[in-house]
């Protein structure tokens, strides 16, 4: 290889790899280097890249001149990373040799697979109620028709199943609005005593059939609006999903508390911020389920969720909102004794 060869092949990001016809490397580039540390020039290829569709598209390539793509899936690294591997003939000095170019598109796979598991949820969450609703329409018109007793109990769980798929809808939208907008700072000044009042207020029906009685109290000296810069309606959002959440997952005749808190400096937040904390005393979970508990529609208690009405959407939701607000959301648990759900918020200085 020439010294400008060299030169140009190392300018290249992506990895490259020329093998020569005698099935050794003849050169990498840094690139190259970085995904397969163990190889250097001198060595048979397949000592490396001893995976079938890429050795087969190699010998292809070194044998008849023809090109093409092979998958290439590197294993040794912390995550799984998945190349496309194009191999390309070069005539060196009568003989031929093979230039294979790794594009990683480890980030498109995986798109790809959460879209594919997200639509599947979706549907499945969806058939649910779905079913339930063709099952009692045709109770109704068939062995139920003149039973007036059974067709109130029917009409009253048709009514819960397609209030359930609204609900489900309305989270999918917010999700995805608040989604398309994460990058995008949020502009308005939001008190957050304000929206803790009004919120609590929106739930006390709720609380007062579950027997939840509801405080809001502050932790520091009470001195000045607890101001941050927000979206007013997400950061409602936000509340109402924690509060409701302690509500129907607390103990039913137990207390739920809000505490505020504004700190001068907060070092999650490298800053002034403030610290929301809802506090409820049911019976907690298991801690294990914590770094999962804001991805899409997961529900520690499938049944518990479903009859509470429960999307599973709604901690994703507040997850979003807050990450937006480029806060925290924070998740403490002790089975038995409860669950702390803490959001803290940068606020001006
Ligand atoms: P859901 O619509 O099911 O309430 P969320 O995303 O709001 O969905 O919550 C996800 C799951 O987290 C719930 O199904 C429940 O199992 C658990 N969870 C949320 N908040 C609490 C809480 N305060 N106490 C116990 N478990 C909770």
């Known amino acids: ?64 001149g023809e090109g093409g793509t092979a998958r290439y899936v590197d294993r040794a690294m912390m995550r799984e990373a998945s190349y496309r591997v194009g191999a390309a003939a070069v005539m060196r000095d009568g003989a031929r040799s093979v230039l294979l170019s790794f594009e990683d598109v480890s980030d498109v796979e995986w798109a790809g697979e959460m879209r594919r598991d997200f639509v599947a949820n979706v549907s499945h969450e969806l058939k649910t109620p779905l079913t339930a609703l063709l099952g009692f329409i045709e109770t109704l018109r ?79 000296d009470g001195s ?40 001068d400096r907060l070092p999650a937040l490298r800053g002034p911020g403030v610290r929301i904390s809802v506090e409820d005393d049911g019976d907690g979970f298991d801690p294990i389920h914590i770094p999962r508990l804001t991805e899409r529609f997961y529900r520690i208690d499938n049944h518990r969720s479903r009859t509470m009405g429960g999307t599973g959407l709604g901690l994703a939701i507040a997850k979003h909102i807050v990450n937006r607000h480029r806060g925290r959301l924070r998740i403490k648990t002790e089975p038995g004794r409860g669950s702390t759900f803490t959001v803290l918020l940068p606020a001006p200085s």
């Open 142 to 220: 068939g062995p139920a028709r003149d039973d007036a007793q059974a067709r109130e109990r029917f009409l009253a769980i048709m009514e819960r199943e397609a209030g359930r798929m609204n609900r489900l809808v309305a989270d999918l939208l917010v999700l995805s609005r608040v989604e398309s907008a994460e990058r995008q700072r949020p502009t308005g000044r939001v008190n957050i005593e304000e929206l803790v009042k009004t919120v609590l207020l929106s739930l006390q029906v709720l609380a007062r059939s579950e027997e939840v009685s509801l405080t809001m109290s502050r932790r520091d």
């Open 1 to 64: 290889m020439s010294d400008f060869s060299n030169e140009l092949l190392a300018a290249i990001p992506m990895p490259l790899i020329l093998i020569g016809p005698d099935q050794r490397i003849a050169a990498m580039n840094p690139g190259a280097g970085e995904v397969f540390p163990g190889m250097g020039p001198g060595g048979h290829y397949l000592t490396v890249l001893r995976q079938p569709a890429l050795s087969a598209l190699v010998e292809q390539c070194l044998n008849s």
């Open 224 to 263: 000045g609006p607890l101001t941050v810069q927000g979206d007013h309606d997400q950061l409602q959002q936000v509340l109402t999903n924690l509060i409701e959440n302690g509500i129907k997952y607390g103990r039913k005749g137990g207390n739920l508390r809000v505490d505020l808190e504004r700190f």
